[in-house]
């Protein structure tokens, strides 16, 4: 390929006269941003040099995380691109946000947004039965052999797991960012070793956990499911479509309170939405069950 020649007076007059930018005259040329630069350098055509951003360390931090603005917000404010803003958070060694905190609350796209009873209806529907992904899945041997084997690579002691939840009041979430396994694993090791959960979340409201009483046993379990003829009895599908048992639900939400009237096998998706309108659920199975 023969090597392109300009004129370093036709040169200077596109890129000192004109205003061009070296990659606008390499359009020009059908050439690279880098062989202009280098014609630039022979013929001894002084490079511009182009504005140099001066911003403070602190107003990049406070706008970032202060205010939660994006890179391309804080481009618009500075007048410059998202590229300079990026580098000066590389320089300051800021660290960037995670993809979850910037999508948190009103920068989420579905802020504010509600699901009709509809589509409530529609995606549980599309997820129910034949149509769950998991349906009719059966793990081989050597899957469960596999699973076996992860489960017991998980060697963390019961005095560091205690001290990590309790002394250092970690959440599971946390204790397996840490050590570098599953929140999943994490909770059947806490399982394990019979350490109680301290709290849980029940919509969006934290409350003590207590554990189930002995009473509340696969017996009784299957005795509730046998009465339920092994149907939810809000969706009324069965355990033969679902391909696992049902869960048996507290209709008052008290585990201590383990009575039959008090007890309705529900599939995992109905179950699922027990944790919501809490009053309005209890009224409702209450009647169902009377």
Not at 5 to 31: H, P, Q, R
Not at 134 to 156: A, L
Request: charged fraction near 30%.
């Amino acid at each position: 390929m023969s090597r392109i020649k300009i004129e370093k007076e036709l040169l200077e007059s596109l890129y000192l006269g004109n205003g061009y930018t070296a990659k606008e005259i390499g359009k020009i040329f059908c050439v690279s941003k880098g062989t202009i630069l280098l014609r630039l350098k022979e013929h001894k055509i002084p490079t511009k040099v182009y504005r140099k951003y001066i911003i403070e360390k602190e107003l990049v931090i406070a706008l970032y995380y202060g205010n939660g603005y994006n890179l391309k917000e804080i481009a618009d404010i500075f007048g410059c691109t998202n590229v300079t803003i990026r580098d000066k958070l590389i320089e300051y060694n800021v660290p960037r946000r995670s993809i979850s905190e910037i999508s948190k609350g009103k920068n989420n796209h579905f802020y504010g947004y509600h699901h009709t009873k509809e589509a409530k209806k529609h995606i549980g529907d599309a997820h129910r039965g034949k149509n769950n992904y998991m349906y009719g899945r059966i793990f081989t041997t050597e899957e469960r052999e596999k699973m076996s084997k992860d489960r017991k690579k998980c060697k963390i002691e019961k005095e560091l797991l205690e001290a990590l939840y309790f002394g250092n009041n970690y959440t599971i979430e946390k204790i397996a960012e840490l050590t570098g396994f599953c929140p999943a694993t994490i909770f059947n090791k806490m399982n394990e070793y019979g350490i109680e959960r301290k709290y849980v979340f029940w919509n969006n409201i934290l409350t003590p956990y207590t554990s189930y009483p002995l009473e509340f046993n696969n017996s009784l379990r299957k005795r509730i499911r046998d009465r339920d003829n092994h149907t939810c009895k809000e969706c009324n599908i069965t355990e033969d479509e679902l391909g696992y048992k049902l869960s048996v639900h507290h209709i008052d939400y008290n585990k201590q309170n383990s009575k039959s009237e008090n007890l309705i096998s529900l599939c995992r998706s109905c179950h699922s939405k027990t944790g919501f309108n809490r009053k309005d659920w209890e009224k409702y199975y209450k009647n169902l069950v009377k």
